[in-house]
């Protein structure tokens, strides 16, 4: 299957400079492209994949791969944070400052009074897994009470909706039906949170990214166009936890 879909690629035009493989793994139901550190992209597809539709998604995803390819290249690598008083952190799209309050509180991150408080710790590191955890902790909360009114209007009902660390990866349909999300995507504005979790939504009665995914995606979200331009742009700034 992987030579018939690495074919259906080729037939792409996709930068001749570009260092790009295909793999077939067996728990995947859906197409994954990760887009590593130097700049490889690997494509990952189910043993089922249709070439024909694995290469539609990828040709609609071009512009954007190629914007990722490129800041990979240029060594832009992952946002850090230095965690200190004053730093900047988002929360659905709007700016709040770090406050590193003493360790006697509650030992949990909050947000109070426009501030983001964090509790002083003994690493850099430490601190950073602790503002993650306030993320998943708040962004479960909210992207569950999203979820209702967005599966009912895809038609769909998800088993369970998670927030949690992805690594590379924003979102997830699990065979079950639960939806996972990155737990760095509630740094995002509230309408890019919807396009990801609305994509999700999708993939549990569509398994690819052909054009019966997209129909499906635009009965929802009129301007899927513009917002995944948005979340193009926003992506590479996107915080996960580097300090």
Do not use: N
Not at 84 to 102: C, D, M, N
Not at 152 to 171: C, H, I, M, Q, S
Not at 177 to 188: F, K, R, S, V, Y
């Amino acid at each position: 299957m992987s030579v018939s879909v690495q074919s259906a690629l080729a037939s792409l035009p996709i930068p001749g400079e570009w260092t790009w493989q295909v793999v077939v793994r067996p728990r995947r139901r859906t197409l994954g492209i990760e887009i590593r550190e130097d700049g490889g992209v690997l494509f990952a597809v189910p043993p089922d994949a249709d070439p024909q539709a694995v290469a539609d998604a990828v040709r609609s995803r071009l512009p954007r791969i190629a914007d990722e390819v490129e800041r990979r290249r240029r060594g832009g690598g992952e946002p850090v944070k230095e965690l200190v008083g004053g730093a900047s952190f988002a929360y659905l799209g709007r700016r709040h400052r770090l406050k590193i309050v003493p360790a006697e509180s509650d030992g949990r991150v909050r947000l109070h009074q426009g501030w983001l408080e964090l509790p002083r710790c003994g690493s850099s590191r430490d601190g950073a897994r602790l503002i993650a955890d306030w993320y998943a902790a708040r962004g479960v909360r909210w992207v569950t009470a999203r979820a209702a009114p967005l599966a009912a209007r895809t038609g769909t009902a998800p088993k369970e909706v998670t927030v949690r660390d992805l690594g590379e990866r924003w979102g997830a349909c699990q065979p079950d039906g639960t939806i996972a999300m990155h737990w760095a995507l509630m740094q995002l504005p509230p309408a890019l949170v919807d396009l990801v979790l609305v994509h999700e939504l999708t993939h549990l009665t569509v398994s690819s990214h052909g054009a019966a995914f997209r129909r499906r995606m635009r009965l929802v979200l009129g301007d899927l166009d513009e917002l995944e331009l948005r979340f193009a742009q926003a992506e590479p700034e996107l915080w996960r936890g580097a300090v």
